[in-house]
């Protein structure tokens, strides 16, 4: 039985971009009608990859989210947040944890939004997947990946959030070593 929450004339607002952050992607198809997914847009999607990034700094990792959408329909189809300080993981990045959710589905088909700019190895596996388009969310706290992405034929968009700016410089100010070691390993610190 579907509960219908959200169909087309419901406004995206920062409370119903941030349930849908924190609904699990296999109820989305239950909730919310697929007239809705023609109202969000790019910076809404990006809101929601920050969003995760918040759950991922309120439960004591990384601030670093991502949303997969299906290009066709724009529905969400994977998201997810860092887990390396809460599943003692390292390499579960919020790119990795979305793909991860997706599951086994053509990516070439798919846009992913990454609150912050991929690392190598994500930034590897979004050409290695065949992704259609990555948006990134802040470059200014972390860059580097964005021309390597675009040579594999990646198209690359940037849309930086304010919200997810000053929440990756606050999280960097406060856990330098743990930001150190999301990204190069225990081995740089």
Known sequence: MKTILFDDKTEVTPAVLNAIAHLPTQSLPYVIAPSFWKNPNDADFIRIAVLLAQKSYNEGGCPIGAVIIDNQTRRIVGKGHNTLVQENHPYNHGETSAIRDAGRIDFSKTTIFTSLSPCDV?????????????????????????????????????????????LYAKYRKEKPDLDIEDWKGKGAL
């Open 122 to 166: 994500c930034a590897t596996l979004i050409y290695m997947r065949q992704f259609n388009r990555v948006v990134v969310g802040d470059i200014t706290s972390a860059s580097g990946n964005e021309d390597i992405i675009k040579s594999k034929g990646v198209i690359v968009d940037i849309l930086e959030d304010e919200m997810g700016i000053a």
